[in-house]
């Protein structure tokens, strides 16, 4: 049987990987067996592109250098993590996938939309998840939730551009999720925490085979 692929998506602080790990402690608790992973990274190949993408080293190379390197660590988090787990019946969910290459290199770094329809099909093919959850916060919230988190630490590669860049990303996903109805679901993540988690967990339920509530109601067995 194959597993269930879940992904997380929305600005910088939107609560991605609070919700992502939410997620997964609720589903682990329902006796689902579940996989949590992260993009870029999520494998160990992915995690030394990671590095190299979060540092900025690679910016000075240009907005389709970098797709090419995130295209080619989710190549090795895929062979690597995500398709053995979804073959082997588990549940993944992932923290940031193919929307966060759509919205920073596709719409903010005007890569071509050919290159990154090109990558995504080489890399996920028919692996597409199931579900994305697009994190919807103000970017003046989201940057100020992520600088909160981060101390006295420097801004990342990403982190560090202008609020007005992050505000266009957040337009843009939202742009997104009106595309793919069936796909993407938008949750306010200004929301108290547990307000958030439980509107997760409803859409989980409600949307796929298999989750905790469907076959809670389902007969038991003779
Ligand atoms: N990137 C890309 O360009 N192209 C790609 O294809 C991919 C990625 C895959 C990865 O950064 C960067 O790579 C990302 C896009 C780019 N850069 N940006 N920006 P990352 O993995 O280091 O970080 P991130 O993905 O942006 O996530 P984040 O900063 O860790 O934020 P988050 O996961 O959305 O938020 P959080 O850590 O769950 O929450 C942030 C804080 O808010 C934390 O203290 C929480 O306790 C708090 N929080 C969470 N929810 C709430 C609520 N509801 N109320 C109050 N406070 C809350």
Not at 29 to 49: F, H, Q, W, Y
Not at 71 to 84: E, F, G, K, Q, V
């Given at each position: 049987m194959r597993g269930h692929f879940i992904t997380f998506e929305g600005g910088e602080?939107?609560?991605?990987?609070?919700?992502?790990?939410?997620l997964a402690q609720r589903l682990k608790a329902s006796g689902i067996d579940i996989v949590l992973t992260r993009e870029p990274g999520g494998s160990p190949g992915a995690e030394i592109i990671r590095h190299i993408l979060l540092s900025g080293i690679a910016k000075p190379l240009g907005a389709e250098t970098e797709t090419i390197l995130f295209a080619a660590a989710r190549d090795d988090h895929m062979r690597?993590?995500?398709l053995p787990a979804l073959e082997a019946g588990q549940w993944v969910?992932?923290?940031?996938?193919?929307?966060?290459?759509?919205?920073?290199?596709?719409?903010?770094?005007?890569?071509?939309g050919k290159l990154i329809r090109g990558l995504e099909r080489v890399t996920v093919g028919a692996a597409m998840p199931e579900l994305t959850f697009i994190l919807d916060v103000p970017a003046t919230i989201g940057l100020a939730r992520a600088k909160t988190r981060r101390g006295a630490g420097a801004a990342d590669r990403f982190e560090a551009e202008s609020v007005e860049y992050h505000e266009h990303l957040r337009q843009a996903y939202l742009a997104l999720a009106k595309l793919e109805p069936k796909r993407c679901v938008v949750i306010d993540g200004r929301a108290p925490r547990d307000v958030v988690a439980d509107r997760i967990w409803a859409a989980v339920n409600q949307r796929l085979s298999g989750a905790p509530a469907a076959r809670a109601a389902e007969p038991a067995a003779p």
């Amino acid at each position: 049987m194959r597993g269930h692929f879940i992904t997380f998506e929305g600005g910088e602080g939107s609560g991605k990987s609070t919700h992502a790990a939410t997620l997964a402690q609720r589903l682990k608790a329902s006796g689902i067996d579940i996989v949590l992973t992260r993009e870029p990274g999520g494998s160990p190949g992915a995690e030394i592109i990671r590095h190299i993408l979060l540092s900025g080293i690679a910016k000075p190379l240009g907005a389709e250098t970098e797709t090419i390197l995130f295209a080619a660590a989710r190549d090795d988090h895929m062979r690597s993590t995500i398709l053995p787990a979804l073959e082997a019946g588990q549940w993944v969910i992932c923290d940031r996938f193919i929307d966060s290459t759509r919205v920073y290199q596709g719409i903010l770094g005007k890569v071509d939309g050919k290159l990154i329809r090109g990558l995504e099909r080489v890399t996920v093919g028919a692996a597409m998840p199931e579900l994305t959850f697009i994190l919807d916060v103000p970017a003046t919230i989201g940057l100020a939730r992520a600088k909160t988190r981060r101390g006295a630490g420097a801004a990342d590669r990403f982190e560090a551009e202008s609020v007005e860049y992050h505000e266009h990303l957040r337009q843009a996903y939202l742009a997104l999720a009106k595309l793919e109805p069936k796909r993407c679901v938008v949750i306010d993540g200004r929301a108290p925490r547990d307000v958030v988690a439980d509107r997760i967990w409803a859409a989980v339920n409600q949307r796929l085979s298999g989750a905790p509530a469907a076959r809670a109601a389902e007969p038991a067995a003779p």
